[in-house]
């Protein structure tokens, strides 16, 4: 079992930055891919970001390609998403996912998908006013 615990969210104005943080408890946190999704009023949970377990590999949506990076301290047990230039329409509840393998990438795909993790934190607001 794996709890999640978002922190860093908040309103920033469009161009702007933010770190998020998502701390993590159990011992077996290093042995799994982390992610980042985000939902945003009215629409559907997608995929923003995901990194291995050692967190040598990383991949990321085409929309925040560039401005967001995934990173992650296995001695903290923590994952970390930061996010740079931002715009309005990042805005949107940012949650941290943790799937139950280490990997990100199996068949020529990614896992890009809210099914493709197992565990969910409570989500952290993220605004950015225009």
């Known amino acids: 079992q794996v709890q999640l615990v978002e922190s860093g969210g908040g309103l920033v104005q469009a161009g702007g930055s933010l770190r998020l943080s998502c701390a993590a408890s159990g011992r077996t946190f290093s042995s799994y891919a982390m992610g980042w999704f985000r939902q945003a009023p009215g629409k559907e949970r997608e995929f923003v970001a995901t990194?291995?377990?050692?967190?040598?590999?990383?991949y990321y949506a085409d929309s925040v390609k560039g401005r967001f990076t995934i990173s992650r301290d296995n001695a903290k047990n923590t994952v970390y998403l930061q996010m740079n230039s931002l715009k309005f329409e990042d805005t949107a509840v940012y949650y941290c996912?943790?799937?139950?393998?280490?990997?990100?990438?199996?068949?020529?795909?990614?896992?890009?998908?809210?099914?493709?993790?197992?565990?969910w934190g409570q989500g952290t607001q993220v605004t950015v006013s225009s």
């Open positions: 990194i291995t377990w050692s967190g040598s590999s990383t």
């Open positions: 996912a943790a799937r139950a393998s280490p990997g990100i990438y199996y068949s020529g795909a990614y896992y890009n998908r809210p099914s493709d993790y197992k565990y």
